[in-house]
């Protein structure tokens, strides 16, 4: 493939690398923030982490470190191999810097030859992968916890907490409506306060699902009769409780609703296992030290 073919895979597929660049590296000659990780010359600091897990507050300090390592490495591998030589690239070093070249060596080395098919996104469905064509089918219950302004914040969590244990999930399922009347009778919330409910009679979960809604994502961390913590929704002044109130027998689903769906998940699945192939191939090639002292 020539030089422009692998720049518009680099527009099409990845102008930052897919969860992988949030930050780069810095000189070791910079003295500011303390190491964390130094890859071959490069520095990556506490600072750096920090900043990482605030971006991306779901994920771990271990995971972080990995993610910014690998960076690092696809960084310094694509300077290796000459790509910010290439005048294509040199023309948008000084726009994406260290991103460009990290996503053009991804183009070339890993996406280029990702791209699952309808046909083979049917041949998986057939095999029922990940339960794409026998997927879970539940009824789900979710409470809203409204609270009026920021002073009542602490009190919403509290109720929202105390009421979770209470909430009767074959009430809820046999005719929700009235159950969130009892509950409110029950333990009235305080003033500033309110609830209701949504009720979703029966819903199918796809555990493959590339960009899961929060209702599905905690949904499938359930067991039937389980319900949430109280979850912080970016709805300003609003907490939600998600209960699944029915588990339904499995049942199959029509390929045209999940196929889309398979098409794309498959392929970002295929492209992690690349890039952790291709990091495991070139990893060794690479001096890397943790300063363990540094992440307490």
């Known amino acids: 493939m020539d030089i422009r073919g692998l720049m518009r895979l680099l527009l099409k597929y990845v102008i930052v690398v897919v969860s992988l660049v949030c930050l780069g590296g810095v000189s070791a000659a910079d003295e500011k923030s303390d190491k964390l990780v130094i890859v071959d010359d490069e520095v990556i600091t506490v600072k ?60 070339d080395k890993i996406t280029k030859e990702i791209k699952v098919t309808e ?14 064509r026998y997927p879970r089918w539940v009824e789900v219950n979710v409470l809203n916890i409204q609270y009026k302004n920021e002073s009542f914040e602490k009190m919403a969590v509290k109720y929202a907490t105390n009421i979770r244990d209470k909430i009767d999930y074959k009430k ?55 319900t949430s913590k109280p979850i912080k929704t970016p709805n ?16 199959e689903i029509p ?28 990893k060794d090639s690479y001096n890397i030290e943790i300063y363990k002292q540094s992440m307490k």
Do not use: C
């Open 119 to 132: 046909k083979e996104a049917r041949e998986l469905y057939e095999k029922n992968w990940m339960d794409s």
């Open 48 to 107: 750096q982490l920090k900043a990482y897990m605030q971006n991306n507050p779901s994920v771990d300090v271990k995971d972080a470190i990995d993610a910014l390592i690998i960076e690092s490495i696809l960084y310094q591998q694509a300077k290796r191999l000459g790509y910010d030589k290439l005048d294509e690239v040199k023309e948008k070093i000084s726009q994406f810097d260290r991103r460009t070249l990290v996503s053009h060596l991804v183009a």
């Open 172 to 226: 809820f399922s046999d005719d929700y409506k009235s159950a969130l009347d009892n509950l409110e009778k029950d333990f009235p919330p305080p003033d500033g306060i309110t609830v209701k409910s949504q009720h979703y009679k029966k819903l199918f979960l796809l555990s493959f699902r590339k960009y899961k809604i929060m209702l599905e994502k905690v949904a499938n961390s359930l067991k039937e009769g389980q």
């Open 255 to 282: 390929f045209k609703k999940v196929g889309n769906e398979l098409m794309t998940s498959a392929s970002d699945i295929l492209y992690k296992e690349k890039i952790r192939s291709y990091i495991k191939e070139i």
């Open 236 to 251: 300003r002044f609003l907490y939600v409780l998600i209960s699944v109130t029915r588990e339904y027998p499995r049942e």
